[in-house]
């Protein structure tokens, strides 16, 4: 069929020891002929054509191998689930323990520093393990538990936070007052579009939040922007950075599925710290509010509903047009419908409505409408009605009731090789690089 052919039996012989030197034969062939050929951006049709089939080939190979052997695997690569590594780790410790089973951090370096277009879409590969991964009940609900855990970053900056009680990053000032973490959203020259920055702030503040025992409640809200059409104006997210993904800098694993595995899912369930929990619940929660001016747009339409009450300005609107973009929303199409009705999820998703924050819609999206000038009033006044013991309480158990972590999983499986596979697409691609302002 291609170069590498016939390298591994159609089924894996069960051998783990046999099955991983037959993959790590295979992708190498594959690997040195893809070498040989032009740079994807450079490639023939004739050329297109055999990198695809490489590709495929490849693929439906590491598909066989992790059906048999998930699980052996992820042991491995966690020491019998003693070793809690997050995403980025355990796609690194896969690339050097299981080689041709996910690109090498040198093969995902050549890709970062291409365009969105010009890449060797390797990313679907690691969307292939994580969604084997994510799969298996043992080894995905182990690997959720250990992105629920504090970043190092977090932890590093903790004791100087907890002086202070301030910290100010590149996408979000947090700020400790009167027992709320107050967390601006402020990237102003972007309208807080989300990148891999964002993300790494983002759950930086949220792992300093739930870490400091002063904190009993939080609070999300954008800053003032200085873009020209803005200037001046709050606004709370624009959602996906779409130049930074033209620019091929929206990665797979450090910004689209770590963004669900971290800030959004410790913003619902809290962290699980890591020390022995004895007999009490091991998250460590707090509730949130969110607070939406001007607008919320894709991602920042996706944070909404991971939030224990949230309060709009009359004039801002609501969108997840991922759809329209060729991407997929996040978790959304798991969470929109059961907030909304699957009729309004589908309009919203499919259809790219806007729902303004005056319309009767949007009291499924938020708690509270309140004029622009009167917004600060009705934040603090959240705040204060969340905080208490019983709120934490109660908030866990709806957490529990209205979202299964195995059901999270389940859909995150196959969100992984899903969006692995459309920011790769020509059509997102031609979107993308029309809103970059750059030929396809």
């Known amino acids: 069929m291609t170069a590498v052919a016939g390298v591994l039996p159609a089924a894996p012989s069960g051998d783990l020891r046999a099955d991983r030197a037959g993959l790590a034969a295979a992708a190498g062939r594959g690997d040195r002929r893809l070498a040989e050929l032009p740079a994807p951006a450079g490639r023939t049709a004739a050329e297109r054509a055999e990198a695809g089939a490489i590709h495929e080939e490849l693929r439906l190979l590491r598909a066989g191998f992790l059906a048999a052997h998930t699980d052996r695997v992820y042991d491995e690569l966690t020491a019998g689930r003693t070793r809690y590594l997050s995403l980025a780790e355990l796609v690194d410790a896969a690339s050097r323990a299981f080689p041709g089973l996910v690109p090498t951090t040198a093969q995902l370096a050549a890709e970062r520093a291409a365009r969105q277009a010009d890449k060797e879409t390797r990313e679907i590969d690691q969307g292939i393990f994580l969604r084997a991964v994510l799969g298996s009940p043992v080894a ?63 759950e930086t503040a949220v792992d300093l939040a739930l870490l400091d025992p002063e904190i009993r409640v939080g609070l999300v809200r954008g800053g003032p922007m200085s873009h020209p059409r803005y200037r001046g104006r709050r606004v709370f997210s624009a959602g996906i950075n779409l130049k930074k993904l033209a620019a091929g800098d929206i990665p797979l694993v450090g910004f689209l599925l770590r963004r669900e595995l971290g800030y959004l899912h410790k913003l619902l369930r809290g962290l699980l710290p890591g020390e022995p929990a004895g007999w009490r619940p091991a998250a460590r929660a707090k509730p949130w509010v969110a607070a939406v001016d001007t607008f919320a747009i894709g991602g920042g339409t996706q944070m909404l509903l991971v939030f224990d009450h949230v309060i709009a300005a009359a004039d801002a609107y609501f969108s997840l047009p991922a759809a329209t973009e060729g991407i997929v929303p996040g978790v959304a199409n798991l969470r929109f419908a059961r907030v909304a009705g699957a009729r309004t999820a589908r309009q919203v998703i499919l259809g790219g409505r806007r729902i303004h924050a005056t319309e009767p819609e949007a009291r499924l999206l938020v708690d509270e409408v309140a004029e622009p000038e009167r917004m600060d009033a009705a934040i603090e006044r959240a705040l204060a009605g969340l905080d208490g013991e019983a709120v934490v309480a109660n908030r866990a158990m709806l957490a529990a009731g209205e979202e299964r972590v195995d059901d999270l999983r389940a859909y995150l499986a196959e969100f992984a090789l899903c969006q692995a596979m459309r920011v790769y697409g020509a059509d997102v691609l031609a979107k993308v690089n029309r809103f970059a302002g750059r030929p396809a």
């Open 140 to 202: 995905g609900r182990h690997l959720i538990d250990a992105m629920l855990r504090p970043t190092p970053r977090a932890l590093e900056l903790l004791p100087a936070f907890r002086a202070t009680g301030e910290l100010r990053m590149t996408a979000v000032h947090l700020e400790r007052r009167d027992g709320v973490a107050r967390l601006t959203l402020c990237r102003d020259d972007c309208l807080n579009a989300e990148d891999e920055v964002q993300v790494d702030d983002m």
